[in-house]
């Protein structure tokens, strides 16, 4: 039983909804991406930049490179329709697997910065709002441009 067919009501359906209406408008929108992660970055750079903050958050920026490299190279491995969460290779397990370890250490990187006290709290609020946006953006990136239909052929 999936996680999703456990549960009935109108919650599910309004995000059903919500994501499909979002991913429609987006398709083919690359301006759109462009701009939410040029917010994400900023985010990013204002989390370091403010007044007695330091420049070690940005070491989270190797979880941005990295997170779609999982993605990409699991992508061969799964059917032809793409990113689908209904794909149970062990290929696409472990794609889906790495990519969560990676976004859930960049969400814990700052936190535990923060802790260390290597960070302030208000640098680490600018770090994980990043990191939402950041991360939506690839999300919504490999959600509309995955499938094979829009790769150019070589």
Do not use: H
Request: glycine residues 8%.
């Amino acid at each position: 039983m999936g996680f999703f067919q456990g549960i009935k009501g109108k919650e599910v359906s309004i995000l059903v909804d919500l994501y499909t209406i979002l991913f429609r408008f987006l398709k083919g929108n690359v301006v759109l991406l462009a701009f939410l992660a040029s917010i994400g970055l900023t985010l990013l750079i204002l989390g370091c930049a403010l007044a007695q903050y330091n420049w070690w958050p940005t070491f989270v920026i190797i979880f941005y490179v990295i997170c779609p490299i999982p993605l990409a190279i699991g992508r061969r491995c799964t059917s032809d329709s793409g990113y689908g969460t209904r794909d149970s290779s062990p290929c696409a397990d472990l794609m889906w697997f790495l990519t969560s370890v990676i976004v859930i250490s960049a969400f814990g990187l700052p936190a535990v910065m923060c802790r260390a006290t290597a960070i302030q709290v208000g640098s680490m609020g600018f770090i994980m709002a990043a990191n939402v946006v950041i991360f939506t953006t690839i999300a919504i990136y490999f959600m509309t441009f995955g499938s094979d239909d829009s790769l150019p052929s070589f």
